[in-house]
């Protein structure tokens, strides 16, 4: 069953249009092509990227944040109650009010007690600032050096000014040294955000992030196992443009620098837009959905591909519309930007919510507390003589 099902998965009219197959793609005459056994090479620089990031952020990131002046809020902790603590774990974090009234009575808590502590309890779980800065100053390098290194290996390939090229010669284009580390950086880069995505801060649009590292996963390795090198490293290097200045606005904004944070997030959003929903649709797009039927008869790979690119960009529209929301809030009011599209967590109990909380309880206890000259404080506004 296994040899049929390998059959079936390496079967030539998948991968490739009529009349080309693996036999194009076997080395000859000192040139060397794409292989999909190459991709082993991904885990362990994947397991690499797991260490050095360990590494990077809690020495590199960390005197950074210091630099920077990353402040930590203090946050009240939850007291200690196994009655508490064993159904936030076991049954909900967010009770439902008559939940409440049960807790209240096994616990002798009064029910804003209750609240009060589930509020606490939530925000401990909660990542803090230096969590987040650090997450976002890796993300930043590594999307920073990508890019940079992706625009060294194009700016002299004729494909990066006229598309149309990267089909030239296809399937039989020579591999390139460049383009071989590219690949596999970049593939096992994301192979790493996939491992460590359960640890990293959880996002409002976490599904979405799976599906996105996901869809680029398959459509590094696809585009790889086919020889869609000079379309992939293009992707690649369109992606990497925009992501390096989200980031470094993260990091602004965790650090309280609100002006370089919003002038970033403007650039970032005119960049986002021009790259991933101009550039990638009308002109890499075009070049890998509408030239190639030019030259071949549409096969499985040709629809498979472009599938997955066609996730990539509904994702797209769907970042860009967070970030339009966010844009519209910025611009008349100067505030703070924050990533609407993944930097805010799930939990979002604020501790000023439980502050506020505490001071209506200070009133009501100052309103009717002890007496004051034989009077309560709303009745102490008589004279003696009276």
Known sequence: MLSRLSEWFWNERLWFPEGLGWA?????????????????????????????????????????????????????????????????????????????????????????????????????ERPNQLKKFREASWRFTFYLLAFLAGLGALIDKPWLYKMEEMWNGFPALTLLPSQYWYYMIELGFYISLLFSVASDVKRKDFKEQIIHHVATILLISFSWFVNYLRAGTLIMLVHDTSDSLLESAKMFNYAGWRKTCNYIFIVFAA????????????????????????????????????????????????WFVLILRMAIKFLPGNHIVEDERSDREETDDSEDEDEAMQEKERRVKTKNGPLQNGHSPSNNNHRKTE
């Open 271 to 318: 960049v986002f837009f021009i790259t991933r929903l101009v550039i990638l649709p009308f002109w890499i797009m075009h070049c890998t959905w509408v030239y190639p039927v030019t030259i071949y008869p549409p096969f499985f790979g040709y629809y498979f591909f472009n599938g997955l690119m066609l996730v990539l960009q509904c994702l797209h529209i769907f």
């Open 24 to 124: 194009d793609l076997q080395d000859r005459d000192g040139h060397t092509y794409a292989k999909g056994s190459d991709l082993w090479a991904s885990l362990p620089i994947a397991l690499i990227f797991l260490i050095v990031r360990q590494i990077f952020e809690r020495t590199v990131a960390v005197r950074l944040a210091s630099v920077m002046g990353v402040k930590e809020k203090v946050r009240v902790r939850a007291a200690p109650n196994p009655t508490l603590e064993a159904f936030f774990c076991t049954t909900s974090k967010h009770p439902a009010q008559s939940v409440v009234e049960s807790l209240s009575k096994q616990t002798g808590y009064s029910e804003q007690q209750v609240q009060r502590w589930f509020r606490r309890r939530r925000n401990q």
